[in-house]
């Protein structure tokens, strides 16, 4: 049954009850105060099982009510990141718990960011196939502010839109992005990205991808920009917190100068080398990628490089998040007066749309 809010109300002698029990059982702590002993069956969509002591039928307690827990013997957690932690559970401050592991020692993490909680032997969210690793959208707005340094010294907005199609295996990234900002009533900054990721793993450590990059940049004089590659991939390591993928591929790239950029418009074939590197942690994720793209005919004179490192902490249940990165693009064909390095360091807010 589910447990009804509050709980006090409802159970004061039963907490009073569990004060005197042993030490060995399972602890839940409520916000209002209340103390639950027994055992924590699971955690999934936002609810705790607990088999509480003073009863013999299972209770249901939603995540948001609860402050901290605590567990007698090791168990299994995923966060809303989809990083899996194993170890024992010990309450921490507020609503936070630490989880003790003789291999990765003590981890701390918020209790709303804990999805699901399982012990050995029983259904993992993979087993049960749990609707994030089902055929799902995911939709994201992004807002916040820029400092670029390069062509132009610039402190500017962007916002931004993403819809990510994830499967079992694949996972489609449909993004668009505006940068924009003015000094003296002349822009600054004024760039605009649309594109799409698509990446393919079923048949891991090999895997393949393809990718478009489309937009324009006044600043560089760029009436319109497009980068397609397609290409393979080999994933290096895979484990409950962190994958490393290199790539290798081929590229088309276009760029259409302004009359007056002093440079030709470049239109070429060109190879594609780069890394994705994603560290999921308790409370959010990092993530690099980096892509060297030399054209065949010139790769000496005509070739470019983009890098990316962001850091994305998670709050309020996954519908709000906290991205703070930097992002490096060299270009080695720029217009007259151009900087070939542009550097980008940003914070954004990110919405979930669900």
């Not at 003590?106 to 909680?117: D, F, R, V, Y």
């Not at 393949?208 to 006044?218: I, S």
Request: hydrophobic share 40%.
């Amino acid at each position: 049954m589910r447990l009804p809010f509050p709980i006090s109300a409802i159970f004061p002698a039963a907490a009073m009850l569990a004060g005197t029990l042993p030490a060995s059982a399972d602890e839940v702590r409520l916000l209002d105060g209340s103390l639950i002993r027994g055992k924590i069956v699971h955690i999934r969509d936002g609810l705790m099982t607990v088999s509480p002591t003073f009863s013999a039928n299972s209770i249901e307690i939603r995540m948001s009510e609860i402050e901290n827990f605590a567990t007698d013997e090791p168990v299994f957690l995923m966060m809303n990141t989809d990083a899996i932690f194993s170890g024992t559970v010990l309450p921490g401050f507020g609503d936070t718990v630490s989880i003790s592991s003789p291999h990765h020692g003590i981890s701390s993490a918020g209790t709303p960011e804990i999805s699901w909680l399982w012990r050995r032997g029983d259904p993992s969210p993979a087993d049960l196939r749990v609707e994030k690793k089902e055929r799902h959208w995911e939709f994201s707005c992004t807002a916040g502010l820029n400092v670029t340094t390069g062509t132009t010294e610039s402190f500017n907005g962007r916002f931004g839109f993403d819809a990510v199609n994830v499967g079992e295996f694949d996972k489609l990234q449909m993004f668009s992005y505006l940068r924009y900002a003015e000094v003296e009533d002349t822009a600054s900054e004024d760039n605009f990205h649309i594109g799409a990721n698509y990446n393919d793993s079923k048949y891991s450590p090999v895997l393949w991808y393809a990718k478009t990059d489309n937009g324009y940049d006044r600043i560089a004089k760029q009436n319109f920009f497009s980068t397609t590659s397609l290409g393979l991939g080999y994933r290096v390591l895979e484990n409950d917190w962190d994958t490393f993928d290199v790539r290798l591929g081929g590229a088309f790239r276009y760029e259409a100068y302004e009359e007056d950029a002093g440079v030709d418009d470049v239109s070429t074939l060109a190879a594609e080398i780069g890394f994705d590197n994603e560290i999921r942690l308790p409370f959010g994720k990092v993530v690099t990628a980096f892509t060297y793209s030399p054209a065949l005919e010139d790769p000496q004179e005509n070739y470019k490089i983009t890098h990316e490192t962001y850091l994305q902490t998670i709050y309020y249940e996954d519908l709000v998040a906290i991205k703070t990165g930097i992002s490096n693009t060299y270009n080695s064909i720029v217009a007259v007066g151009n900087e070939n390095l542009d550097t980008t360091v940003y914070v954004e807010l990110v919405f979930k749309l669900k």
